[in-house]
């Protein structure tokens, strides 16, 4: 008997801060004003995403101390912009990255419940560990946590957070004028929390939301991340954009779910993704690899580069060979601020195989900055990505993808209007939203009370 | 006969179902959906149709208490609320010309955080955003996060010296928030995004500013991530009661609140905050004031007080608050409007007891009756918020260091502030 034909979830990465946005593009708009927000939101809407996805970042990135001027710097508030948003859409999720190190669970959580509110159920919180004290100088805390602590302090944030978000049942309110009861129990939102990381007491003070609690996202990829993943994330967004990848990365995760009480069908995954279209598959191919030159100058190149080899490589020439000399090991001083530079841990290896690539393939530095930086997920007519990303997700590679387009803001434009009917046709994606809140565009169900296995992810530091 | 002068503001403080905690049992009320978007929608756009300056939405750190420190076991008034910020987001793109004003505590919050926040809050209303910062000294607040304590004060009696240390030491913090919020509004100047294609560059990082802020109780690197919003500087705002609170408004802020009773102590108060103006080295810059009244507006003349005594009677004890109580005709509080603006003040920032009655009353019944009298506007003068209040959009101060920058340009998209409405 064959498997079910899988349904398909869709969301859209806002183009802003990311090395994959072309700015130089003539069609590129602003990534701070509300217009571009609300364009690619009601594109999305338009074509039946799931959700729209912000990522963070709290210190704008940094290269031998001067600010990177070379990719798009800058961008507005997230959860600011999503409650605005919530304004001009009524289906589609919106979904914010915050950080659980320069925050407090308290304040993260009555901001997530109230967008939960005013959205009628739409919210989606991406949790996040901030890694180094250069974003922490932001902050009142400045930089204090050590790397291992990191995870921890997340864990307990969302156990924190998940306690705040349950604290009110849902019909505390009865708001009787007759009688005068507004409240039905005088001890609604009640919290007590003592762990590690918080030592926190008193009443929350945003009632139950529509959702019960915000959709959770989990973005690492460590063995931790996968584990807090499994023990309490809705949905992951993973980076893992071709098929083997992805086919191993879900089962390993997918495989977790049981030992905390929990069904496969309990989290999603979904890989970012890019996508070039064409009117045929060569002219999409030239299409990707303007683009890719675009995304890459010689400037970029080096500076690249030199988030890798934590070293002065501005003498090197882009056009040429990679450097001889080996990356500098230990704390980084060159590029600051950068997801790049904290996930490349073993810098030697990594030079090591980009050396063997350009000489494999006589690569020059900025043909292989191209080569190795570069993910573009799906290359090809409207046809052939359809059917691409469909076979994904029927193979178990994901249950559907984040995708990140690179024009803001209309890079979503061409892939709603020709590849989503695509998907529709082959009975895959939906031709109309069937529910209004997040949950049940993912497919999640109501927010039942709190999981044991949540609260059982929280271990104190020993 | 002498022309009223015509710049007069106006202001609304929304909050719940308003001011008077029986206001929810009102027939008009609508205590059920306190927490939907549609409910704050209906109140805005209500306010914006009576053309008011801006409306200002309350918030706390901790839910809704009749104590004035700690959290109460009543379950007969209203509890539970949203986010200020994003309450004002969210009906940001409903709205054109009203001036958004969220409180938010500056206690136990981040100034980057918040910085961003209010930026946003301008880029997604063109420049209608502006801030009430606010002070916690609540024990049960400082619970919810864990992070300081609060010593259990008599909160009865303010004059304690531990008291005057505490809330001394909460509004030098505060003073410090705000500067650092208003450094990194100016971290980016106006033009600091260049796209320049032929160099690669996408900024000009000569025009991005660490803040380098460096206080007692907490320092702050910058730049924001978020570039300078539409009005260079949102409107910054605080209600003050007494001296150490008068000097915040004096040294930090735009716009303060004050809580007079009568002209005597309007033009009392006023005296202090320029004195501390001058202090501050302030005394070229704009501060307006806009006094607090909470109104009871009713068309029948005693209709007002019958209802605020039903209200109170519901209640169970008299209400009491901060602010002056008005109860009357909107015709009587148009009079009394005038004569507050007359002794000193910008405008008034009404507290209406019942949501949305005595709302509608303000829109629909005193500022028709300001109109007749020519005294306030009768259509939107201004597209940003400062433009509304005839404050200009201010200089950048990292740019305005710099000697060839002088001349920046102001941004694209908002215009010099409007002169000040004709007198009709």
Known sequence: MSKPVKQIHLAAH??????????????????????????????????????????EGLRLREQHGAIHDLDVVGRP?????????????????LAGTINSTFNEPYEVARQFASLDHLSAGRAAWNVVTSWDEFTGENFRRGGFLAEEDR??????????????????????????????????????????????????????????????RPVIFQAG?????????????????????????????????????????????????????????????????????????????GQTAIRTLEQLWNRDLGAYDPDGPLPEIDPLVGEHTVARGRADVRMRRDPLTVARQWRELAEAKKLSIRELVIEVTGRQSFIGTPAKVAATIDSFVQSDASDGFILVPHLTPGGLDEFADTVVPLLQERGVFRTAYEGSTLRDHLGLGPAGRPRAAAGATVREAS | MPRTHPSLHLAVALDGAGWHPAAWREPDARPGELLSAGYWADLVTEAERGLLDFVTIEDALSLQSGHPTEPDARTDQVRGRLDAVLVAARVAPLTRHIGLVPTVVVTHTEPFHLSKAVATLDFVSRGRAGVRVKVSARRDEAAHFGRRTVPRLPFDDLGTPAAQALVAELF???????EVVRRLWDSWEDDAEIRDVATGRFIDREKLHHIDFRGSRFSVKGPSITPRPPQGQPLVTALAHDTVPYRLVAGSADLGFVTPHDTAGIRGLLATIRTEQTAAGRADDTVHVFGDLLVFLDDEPGAAADRRARLDALAGAPYRTDAHVFTGTPAQLADLVQEWQRAGLTGLRLRPAALPHDLVQITRGLVPELQRRGAFRTAYEADTLRGLLGLPRPVNRYAAATPAATAAPPGPTVPEAPPAPAAV
């Open chain 1, 14 to 55: 806002f183009p802003g801060v990311n090395s994959t946005t072309v700015w130089s593009d003539p069609a590129a708009g602003s990534q701070i004003d509300f217009d571009s927000f609300v364009h690619l939101a009601r594109t999305a809407e338009r074509a039946g995403f799931d959700f729209l996805f912000l990522a």
């Open chain 2, 172 to 178: 030098e913090e505060a003073a410090d928030y705000v």
């Open chain 1, 221 to 297: 990829d460590s063995e931790e991340g996968r584990e807090f993943a499994a023990s309490a994330a809705d949905a992951v967004f993973s980076r893992h954009g071709t098929l083997e990848a992805g086919r191993a990365f879900y089962a390993d995760v997918k495989g977790r779910l049981a030992r905390h009480g929990r069904s496969p069908d309990d989290l999603k995954i979904l890989p970012a993704a890019t996508f070039v279209l064409g009117d045929t598959d060569a002219d999409a191919e030239e299409r990707a690899h303007v683009i890719r030159r675009l995304q890459v100058s």
């Open chain 1, 77 to 93: 508030d997230t959860l600011t912009v999503l409650a605005a948003l919530a304004a001009v859409t009524d289906r589609l999720g």
């Open chain 1, 151 to 212: 995870y921890l302090r997340a864990r307990q944030f969302l156990a924190a957070t998940w306690e705040l978000f349950d604290s009110w049942r849902g019909d505390e309110i009865v708001a009787d004028r007759r009688s005068g009861v507004f409240l039905a129990d005088p001890d609604a939102g009640r919290f007590d929390h003592h762990v590690s990381q918080f030592d926190i007491t008193g009443r929350f003070d945003v009632p139950r939301s529509p959702q019960g």
